[in-house]
C-alpha cells in the first residue's frame, strides 16, 4: 500500500509539566513519527504516555502541560502556535477523536441525533434537513439498527456497544482525515471489541482515511494494523509491521508481547522486562 507520510509528520514533540520543585518533568521526550492513508497503533503500558502523546495531536493538553516539537504537521499545514479557535475548527473537520467510554463522552441530558449532528452545526452550512439526513445515513454506516429511532433515544438507552458506535458516528460524520481511537474498545467484552475494530478499520479503508490507534492490546494490534510504534517512558522505543509483533527482538516490545494474560497463563508469574537487557539494547 502506498503511504501519503505527509498526513500527519511529526517530529521531536516534547510534552512537560512542572515538577514539585518547579523544575519541568518531560513526558513525552522528543518522539519522531508519521501517520499516512494507513492504520498505526501506539502500544506501552500505562503511562508510558501514549495519550498524552494523542492529546498534544490535537491540542488537548491540559495545562499548565507545554508541547514543543520541531514539528506538527497535518496534511502539511503547522499545527504548533494554532490558537483555541484554529484548534476548535480543526477538530471534527480534519482531525477527530474517538475515546474509550462512551458515558464519558456522550451528553446524557441530549438526545443521540443531536450530539451527532453537532459537528454539522459547528463547521458546515448543510440545512436542518440535510444535517437530518446525513445523521441518519452515518448511523446507519457504523451499523446501529433503526437510525430513525436512535436519532431520538438518549444515550442511557444504549447499550456500551451502541454508545460507542454513535461516538465513532459523531467522529467520522464530517469526513476528517485522521482519526485517533483511544482504547476505544476497553470498555467492550470480547466479541464487541473485535466487531467494534472491524467496523473502525473498514470505515477507515473505505474514506481513505488514517487512523492512529492508542492501545495496550497487542493481539488485537496485531490482527488489525499496519505498523506498531512502541511507546516506553515517553520515547518510542521501537516499531515494525504489526503482523511481525510476535516475532518482535526488541526486549521491551518482546515482553509486551509475552506478558498477555491469559487461560494458559493462570495461577503463573508473568514474564517480566529485563532492565539490563533493555539498556544494552539503547
Not at 444535517?131 to 446507519?140: A, Q, T
Not at 492508542?214 to 494490534?221: A, E, F, T
Not at 510504534?229 to 526486549?251: K, N, T
Not at 521491551?252 to 532492565?275: D, E, I, K, Q, V
Request: neutral net charge; charged residues 25%; contains cysteine.
Amino acid at each position: 500500500m502506498a503511504l501519503d507520510d505527509s498526513l500527519l509528520d511529526v517530529r521531536g514533540l516534547r510534552v512537560r509539566f512542572a515538577g514539585r520543585d518547579g523544575e519541568p518533568v518531560e513526558v513525552v521526550k522528543g518522539i519522531d513519527f508519521t501517520v499516512g492513508t494507513e492504520k498505526v497503533a501506539l502500544v506501552g503500558e500505562s503511562g508510558s504516555g501514549k495519550s498524552l502523546t494523542a492529546r498534544a495531536l490535537l491540542g488537548l493538553v491540559p495545562r499548565p502541560g507545554q508541547v514543543t516539537a520541531e514539528h506538527l504537521r497535518l496534511g502539511g499545514s503547522e499545527l504548533l502556535g494554532l490558537s483555541a479557535r484554529q484548534w476548535q475548527a480543526l477538530r471534527g473537520t480534519r482531525l477527530s477523536l474517538v475515546l474509550q467510554d462512551p458515558k464519558y463522552s456522550l451528553n446524557p441530558v441530549l438526545k443521540v441525533g443531536t450530539q451527532v449532528e453537532e459537528v454539522l452545526v459547528l463547521h458546515t452550512r448543510l440545512t436542518r434537513r440535510e444535517r437530518r439526513e446525513k445523521v441518519l445515513d452515518m448511523l446507519d454506516a457504523v451499523g446501529l439498527p433503526n437510525p430513525t429511532a436512535l436519532y431520538d433515544s438518549y444515550p442511557h438507552e444504549l447499550s456500551g456497544g451502541m454508545g460507542q458506535r454513535v461516538m465513532l458516528a459523531a467522529m467520522l460524520i464530517n469526513d476528517p482525515r485522521l482519526l485517533i481511537a483511544d482504547e476505544p474498545t476497553s470498555a467492550l467484552d470480547s466479541d464487541l471489541r473485535h466487531q467494534m475494530l472491524e467496523l473502525i478499520m473498514g470505515l477507515v479503508e473505505q474514506r481513505g482515511m488514517g487512523l492512529l490507534l492508542i492501545s495496550h492490546d497487542l493481539p488485537l494490534v496485531a490482527k488489525y494494523c499496519d505498523r506498531v510504534l512502541v511507546m516506553h517512558h515517553g520515547q518510542i522505543v521501537d516499531q515494525c509491521r504489526a503482523a511481525e509483533l510476535a516475532a518482535a527482538s526488541h526486549p521491551y516490545t518482546r515482553t509486551l508481547w509475552n506478558c498477555r494474560p491469559s487461560a494458559l497463563s493462570y495461577g503463573h508469574s508473568l514474564p517480566t522486562l529485563n532492565r539490563r537487557l533493555l539498556e544494552e539494547w539503547s
